[in-house]
Each structure stands twice: as C-alpha cells, then as structure tokens.
C-alpha cells in the first residue's frame, strides 16, 4: 500500500526530503505547498506525480495524505503546527529548530498536551551510519563519559529565500539553528539533561556589514558552548562557519575512565573541492587508555544514499524510521521534548555569549 507525503516547503532542506523519500519503497509526495515559485520549480522534477497548492488548508483538503513533512524556514514552524491542528491529525516530521522565540515554548507546550497524532522533530544528524556507531559502542570504550567535544567547521550559511537565514529574529540565532543538533547530540550520547550552558560567539568574518533592504545581518559565524550536565559531564561545542577547507567537518570525540572515541564526519561532497580520489570517508578512531594502539573503522556511506542530501545519509535513515512510525503506529524517537530541549539550550547560549554570563536550565512544565 503506498503512503502519501503532504510537504509544506521546498528550498534546500525541502528537496533533500523529497530525493529521500522517493529512494522508500512504496512511498509518493502527492501535495506540496511552496510559495516561492523558484522553489516550485526546482521541487517539481522531484515530485512528478504532486499536486501544488497555494495555501496549507488547500494542502490538508488533498484527499490522498497520510503524513506530513514541514521544511519552511524556522520562523514559521510553530505557525504552521498550530494551524495543521485546527484542521487535521496526521503524523509530522517538523524540521529542526522546533521554534524561534522563548515565547514559541508555552505554544509547543500546549500542543504537545492537545494534538493526538505524533510529532517527530527533524533531527536527523543522530541518524548518520557512523554516528550510530559512535553512539553504539561510546559507553564500551569509554567506562563512562566524562568529557564531550563536538567540534564544526564549515562552510558560510548559504542562500536561503528571501535571506531569511541572515536575521536571528527569523532563524532564532546561529546557536539555535545550526547548533540545536549538537545540543540534540549531547542530550542523546550522554543520556542526560543540561543544567547550565556558559558561551561566547560572535560574527568574526562572514555577513560583516551585509544590508538587506537596509537590515544589517546580525547573524554570528562562529563560537563556544560549554555545557554542564546533571550525570556530571562536560560538553564543549565549537563551530566555526569559515573553515569550509577542512577534511572532516564535523569531529566528535569522548573520553572516560577506560578510553577515548572519535567520530569524524565529511561534509558534503558537492562542496569538496580537493582532489576527487582524497574525497574523505567517515571514521570512527577507538583509543584505550591502556595502550598507544589507537584502532581506526572505516564508515563508508552507500553511495545512492550519500548523493540523496548533505547530511551524510542521515535524512534517509530519519525517513526510514519515520515511515515505519506511520505505517505500524511506531515509536517517536525524537520527541517534541526533545525538540523543545535543543532549542532551549540554542537560546540559553545565545543568551549566555549576548550578556557573558553563564544560564542555568531548569526542567521546562512538560519534562
């Protein structure tokens, strides 16, 4: 039986939803919102057989519509939730961040409390192969995680419609909407809640002077979080958006006791500008504290998967489980709890580098 897709947004994060749906068997995106017709068109090749509509409702009256993925831009997320729940009660994958304003929270909250459907927030960087593995076997090499680092470095924000990636006001900060899966990453790899977040960031070399329509980017391009966790662990995030020379773009390692683990990840291969046969593979690096024999994996990616988006396979792998969510009434894996828990933690570091002081968390009224 085929299941059918309703997508609100196609730019970037959009299409790469669609490439990877149409690799799942038995699966069609039959409707699509996209105001922006530039992005219509784009998405059109992708999604042959969907309908484009012009406003949500006509999106939620198609009669073949079984879930839904929304990949608008940031600011408009929690709009987009509470009008889908006037209307109907279908699975969504929400796109990461879950919302863009502290006073978004109590909104989300309340719709945890009132829509029936599940609600899966997009935060897919869990499902790299090769962070699976990390995740899989950190406690075994480590004895228990004390230390954290997840380092980024990248290249600049790209393009977006209408520029609105270059505003904090419309994307909710570079900590929040870049730095929500790192956030998402900490709670998960050390099972824990984060009590306080001390950071500096800044806007140090990208968008320095950029205007549009007069407005000046506010939007920073690189930073430090240091994060403290109820279990007693410390995380460090560093990012860096001017680095888009680097072999691995992401590297993650953690230490115990027994041991240190490291993850590195590439960054997408369209941006890969060295020599094609030096094209870097994921790597997982296992060194015992016991002995200088440290032990490297290597994680190659399947290509089809790989060459589907920028997240090194890991939209597929989100799609996979959220598939099974619809069709056999599965299990949440990423939570509107957790959604709420990253953004939280974005904007708690936001706020820590604004003022230069360290902000404590509390448990917010759903935990």
């Excluded at 020599?275 to 593979?281: G, I, L, T």
Aim: glycine residues 6%; charged residues 20%; proline residues 6%.
């Amino acid at each position: 039986m085929t299941t059918y897709y309703g997508i609100i947004g196609c730019g970037m994060m959009g299409r790469e939803h669609l490439r990877n749906i149409a690799l799942l068997p038995d699966t069609k995106v039959s409707v699509i919102f996209e105001p922006d017709a530039d992005m219509a068109q784009a998405a059109a090749s992708l999604a042959p057989v969907a309908v484009f509509v012009s406003s949500i409702e006509a999106l939620l009256q198609h009669s073949q519509l079984d879930c839904l993925v929304i990949a608008s831009p940031n600011h408009c997320h929690v709009d987009q939730l509470e009008q889908i729940a006037t209307k109907i009660s279908l699975p969504i994958l929400v796109e990461k961040p879950l919302f863009t304003a502290p006073d978004d929270l109590k909104r989300i909250i309340a719709l945890k409390a009132t829509y029936p459907a599940p609600i899966w927030v997009a935060m897919e960087y869990r499902y790299m192969p090769p962070m699976q593995e990390f995740i899989r076997s950190v406690q075994r090499v480590t004895g228990e995680i004390k230390l954290l680092t997840i380092t980024e470095h990248r290249f600049p924000f790209l393009k977006k419609v209408n520029d609105w990636n270059r505003f904090n006001a419309n994307s909710g900060g570079t900590l929040v909407e870049k730095c929500c899966h790192f956030f998402d990453l900490m709670r998960l790899i050390l099972n824990s809640n984060p009590v306080r977040v001390m950071a500096s960031a800044g806007q140090e070399v990208n968008h320095l002077q950029e205007t549009y329509n007069g407005q000046l980017s506010d939007i920073w391009d690189c930073g430090y979080a240091i994060v403290d966790f109820a279990s007693g662990a410390r995380a460090l995030l560093e990012l860096s958006m001017f680095a888009e020379g680097s072999e691995y773009q992401e590297m993650i390692h953690a230490i115990g006791p027994s041991g240190k683990i490291e993850v590195k990840l590439p960054g997408p291969a369209r941006f890969w500008s060295g020599p094609a046969d030096k094209v870097p593979v994921p790597v997982i690096i296992e060194s015992a504290r016991a002995s200088c024999n440290p032990v490297q994996i290597a994680c190659p990616i399947d290509a089809t998967i790989l060459d589907a988006g920028d997240h090194n396979g890991a939209t597929f792998h989100q799609h996979q489980r959220f598939l099974n969510l619809v069709r056999q009434n599965g299990t949440v894996e990423v939570s509107l709890d957790d959604g709420i828990w990253a953004t939280r933690l974005g904007m708690a570091a936001q706020e820590s580098a604004r003022t230069g002081t360290a902000i404590e968390l509390l448990p917010h009224s759903s935990d």
